[in-house]
């Protein structure tokens, strides 16, 4: 059974770089399509993006010139930064399967979630 | 791309739930549902349209066609409340889009 965990800090100042990592158990990196979904306080959900293991990446076009995904298959783990950071960045930040291949993928599986707050 | 959900249904126990996801030709693509209940992260109840999960109950089943995909949650139980989630990938863009979401009261 596939288990994702995010781990990272909970507080970035703003104009800084928000980083998360995705630790995945259960199932090997290189098999799946990954992505990061974000969920501000109270409100819907949106797609950040996803990877592949070999790097093919995909971004969300609203934050495509702040945001890199990267992939480390000895550690299972796949991560994201994002830069620049505002208030309006705070959410709370679900690593997820993309399960099918990029385009098409339904997210079957999602981690507990990572709340981030932007605040000085 | 838009996808357009009512912010909110009211269903009494017992009786049927129905949660539209619209959006232009919204029948040629292919649609997931998610359920989320108020703390927990999203759960996929449906998926390329008809599919359920094993693990979600036949209460739960979808369609879609022309311009609205419907999630219906039959013999609604107080449980079933949550917000839930259409959710679509626009293969022209290769870009994935989510409904506002619609929260389902249980009366």
């Known amino acids: 059974q596939v288990q994702l965990a995010e781990s990272g800090p909970g507080l970035v100042r703003p104009s800084e770089t928000l980083s998360l990592t995705c630790t995945v158990s259960?199932?090997?990196?290189?098999?799946?399509?990954w992505s990061w979904i974000r969920q501000p306080p109270g409100k819907g959900l949106e797609w950040i993006g996803y990877?592949?293991?070999?790097?093919?990446?995909n971004y969300n076009p609203s934050l495509k010139s702040r945001v890199t995904f990267s992939a480390d298959t000895s550690k299972n783990q796949f991560s994201l930064r994002l830069s620049s950071v505002t208030a309006a960045d705070t959410a709370l930040y679900y690593c997820v399967r993309a399960y099918g291949g990029g385009s098409g993928s339904r997210f079957d599986s999602w981690g507990q979630g990572k709340l981030v707050t932007v605040s000085s | 791309y838009v996808l357009t959900q009512p912010p909110a249904v009211s269903v009494a126990p017992g009786q049927t739930a129905s949660v539209t996801c619209g959006g232009s030709?919204?029948?040629?693509?292919?649609v997931h549902w998610y359920q989320q209940k108020p703390g927990q992260a999203p759960v996929l109840v449906v998926f390329d349209d008809t599919e359920r999960p094993s693990e979600i109950p036949e209460r739960f089943s979808g369609s879609n066609s022309g311009n609205t995909a419907t999630l219906t949650i039959s013999r609604v139980e107080a449980g079933d409340e949550a917000d839930y989630y259409c959710?679509?990938?626009?293969?022209?863009?290769?870009?994935?889009?989510f409904g506002s979401g619609t929260k389902v009261t249980v009366l």
């Open positions: 990877i592949y293991y070999s790097g093919t990446t």
């Open positions: 959710q679509v990938w626009d293969t022209s863009s290769d870009h994935c889009f």
């Open positions: 259960g199932v090997s990196l290189s098999t799946y399509y």
């Open positions: 030709n919204i029948g040629r693509k292919s």
